[in-house]
């Protein structure tokens, strides 16, 4: 009963948190599963990824409530990740333990540096007409291809590369990459799962119990992405997450 409100209470924070700022649960659940939990890199990623797409499935019928979704971009971004997802799947069989930290630790420091460094650019919160909004299609789509293969290879959250992506290379408001990036999470997430079933990577009981947190936690962070500005936690988030990629690099062959 303990541990599975723990388990619950870990969903909900991480989906909350995830859904804010737009990161994605899964780079915070996966050095959770490794370092305090001991699992293998193939169950961390796989039970992560499961746990990502309940996510996403929540946080896209809450932005898609509040239309913030420009589903022009989801079609072609959504059809792009999915090979991306399959192979990371795939992939994701032959890290080791020690090359799993390595590289896990690398993108994490990366990620950090993304974060803390980020910053919107001028008119990122201007009035959006989708009618006639244009941007780089084929842009969009090779990033997509990218966005699908890390968020299944390694089990997170693709948003900390699209969002930023969107934001200064293609043009769009921050609040509907954030919300359109949630939607095709969703999308890549749920190729990226059926690859990793397959390989019987995903322990199901966790992955239920946590995903319903996170599930729950998504809803509410949503509601909150209007009303809290998150850029001091971000920015948190970011240092700990670098010590926690310098840790696992440090420690991969312990």
Known sequence: MITSFFLFAIGFSVGAFGTLVGVGGGIILVPFFILILHWSPQLAVGTSLAIVLLNGISGSIAYIRQKK???DAVIRFSLASIPGALAGGYLAQYFTHASFRIAFGILLMIIAAVMFFRRSPKGAEKEFDKEKFTYNRTAGILLSVLVGFVSSVFGVGGGIIQVPAMVYLLGFPTS?????????????SFFGVISHYVAGNILIQPSLIIGTGAVLGAQLGARLSGKVKSRVILLLLAVALFGLGIRLVLTANS
């Open 69 to 71: 979704v420009y589903y």
């Open 176 to 188: 509907i990459s954030t919300a359109t990036s949630q939607v095709v999470l969703a999308i890549s």
